[in-house]
């Protein structure tokens, strides 16, 4: 579960860690080509029965890819789900494989940075 605090969205804030990473952001979704391949280099996928909400292409797709769509401007319910995307599907142990090159641990590591700066985090990060 995600802390709680009802401090507004630094949205500017958001954007700015955006802005330094645009690049390789926007080249990983344009590159992604939803093959799942990633899939199988993932033990947290296989450990999961195979959800595909475990797949390394959707934990980067629906964190890192949703707040480059939406440029920053996402309410913090947003950030909460998202929160709990990168720290509670993903453990950042930077095994899975993408053939077209994605570092999708980098692009989670990202999105978890994000969070953290507006003071979204799983309560075990804090541990
Ligand atoms: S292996 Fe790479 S291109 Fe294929 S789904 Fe995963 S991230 Fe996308
Ligand atoms: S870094 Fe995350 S997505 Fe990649 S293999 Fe490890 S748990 Fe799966």
């Not at 996402?74 to 995307?85: G, H």
């Not at 509670?88 to 994605?102: E, H, N, Q």
Request: aromatic share 8%; glycine share 4%.
């Amino acid at each position: 579960m995600a802390e709680q605090t009802t401090a507004p969205v630094n949205t500017d804030e958001i954007k700015s860690i955006l802005d330094k990473h645009k690049d390789q952001v926007k080249l990983s979704l344009k590159l992604c080509a939803h093959c799942t391949l990633c899939a199988e280099s993932c033990f947290l996928f296989h450990v999961k029965d195979k959800d595909p909400r475990y797949m390394p292409s959707h934990k980067f797709i629906n964190s890192i890819g949703k707040l480059y769509k939406k440029k920053g401007n996402v309410s913090r319910k947003t950030l909460e789900e998202i929160s709990e995307i990168v720290w509670r599907k993903c453990v950042l142990c930077t095994r899975c494989y993408c053939p077209f090159g994605i570092d999708i641990p980098k692009m989670i590591a990202l999105a978890r940075q994000i969070c953290r700066s507006q003071g979204v985090v799983q309560q075990f990060d804090k541990e």
